[in-house]
């Protein structure tokens, strides 16, 4: 399939990547065993049997378990660079990654040893590949916005590493207005704003994430279809949507591949992007979502090479630096 060897070929950009979901079952046994850790699962087969959801929440539930056996920097950084490896030869040239620090922190994993692990490897990319990188400290939006100010608070050493934060966890329930204050206090930093919206939850928090957070960008965005007022304000400010297909699949947010909503997305003028979301559990990469688009949806050529420009300009590098790869 030609449109398949033209996506794997064009270079790329990943905005929608939590790094905790890039943990490979076979990694995850490794480190587990290195750590003497124990896993509710005693093959990599029961794991991977475990990996069928039909909401976000059925996830959620496997992946803090998953990322329960990352106590060290070693662990941070062998996971990351193991999903730069897999991207780089994918041909993604830059990526933007958020990772989730309370779901560490409540296993007494130190803010110092994720970041620093995370980062080196980021620098290490970047050294032995040209691959750049943006990091984003991701709020759980389960807990608290005391415990949101109580992460900021151990960040503000690492602020020169940290480019942006986000907003991630159970939608429903916890609307983006939940963290406005926390939000507001990262702006004052000098931080960009992004938060997942609308994958399960109303248009109405898509607007919360808009209006009154004010974010750069917006993750999944699904559910902002449904209101037309909504859709033109999309439109208007140029917000990006990071859009995840195999992602929206695994978790029921659409249906069927073939229903995916990006080709009307980008029909209606909106700036999607495509992302991987949490590769490990999704079932694919970059490419693969790529090819699943490529594969169900009636996509075409200029809608792809749309979708991977979108994902430069949507990205929080400079101009200059978008320019190299446009
Ligand atoms: N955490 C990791 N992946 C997520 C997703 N798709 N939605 C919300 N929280 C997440
Ligand atoms: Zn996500």
Redesign the pocket.
């Known amino acids: 399939n030609t449109l398949i060897a033209l996506s794997k070929a064009m270079p790329k950009t990943e905005l929608h990547l939590?790094i905790?979901?890039t943990f490979e079952p076979e990694q995850m046994f490794a480190i587990a065993q290195r750590n003497q850790v124990a896993l509710k699962y005693d093959s990599v087969e029961a794991l991977i049997a475990a990996y069928q959801f039909t909401n976000?929440q059925d996830?959620?539930d496997l992946?803090y378990q998953g990322m329960s056996v990352l106590l060290h920097e070693e662990d941070f950084y062998d996971l990351t660079m193991a999903y730069l490896t897999k991207v780089h030869s994918e041909n993604v040239v830059h990526v933007e990654i958020?990772f989730?620090p309370q779901g560490h922190l409540s296993r007494d994993v130190s803010f110092d040893v994720q970041i620093k692990g995370i980062y080196r490897a980021l620098q290490d990319a970047k050294q032995q590949w040209g691959m750049t990188s943006k990091l984003i400290m991701?709020f759980l939006r389960h807990l608290s916005e005391e415990s949101a100010f109580e992460t900021l608070a151990l960040a503000k050493p690492y602020l020169k590493w940290i480019d942006g934060v986000g907003l991630?966890?159970?939608?429903l329930g916890h609307p983006p207005e939940k963290f406005l204050r926390v939000f507001q206090a990262c702006k004052a930093l000098g931080l960009k704003v992004t938060a997942?919206a609308g994958?399960e939850g109303p248009p109405e928090y898509v607007w919360q994430a808009i209006e009154d957070i004010g974010v750069d960008r917006i993750?999944?965005g699904n559910r902002a279809l449904e209101d037309n007022n909504l859709i033109c304000t999309i439109q208007q400010r140029n917000l990006t949507l990071t859009v995840?297909p195999l992602?929206n699949l695994k978790?029921c947010v659409v249906d069927d591949m073939k229903d995916h909503p990006i080709t009307r997305m980008l029909a209606l003028g909106l700036k999607a992007t495509v992302n991987s979301?949490?590769p490990a559990y999704f079932g694919g990469y970059m490419n693969d979502n790529y090819a699943s688009l490529i594969q169900h949806t009636g996509i075409n050529l200029a809608q792809l090479y749309q979708l991977a420009k979108n994902g430069i300009t949507g990205s929080w590098m400079t101009r200059a630096q978008q320019s190299v790869h446009l």
Not at 168 to 171: A, H, V
């Open positions: 939590h905790e979901g976000l996830f959620l992946y958020f989730d991701s991630d966890s159970s939608e997942h994958e993750d999944h995840c992602s978790l979301d949490d």
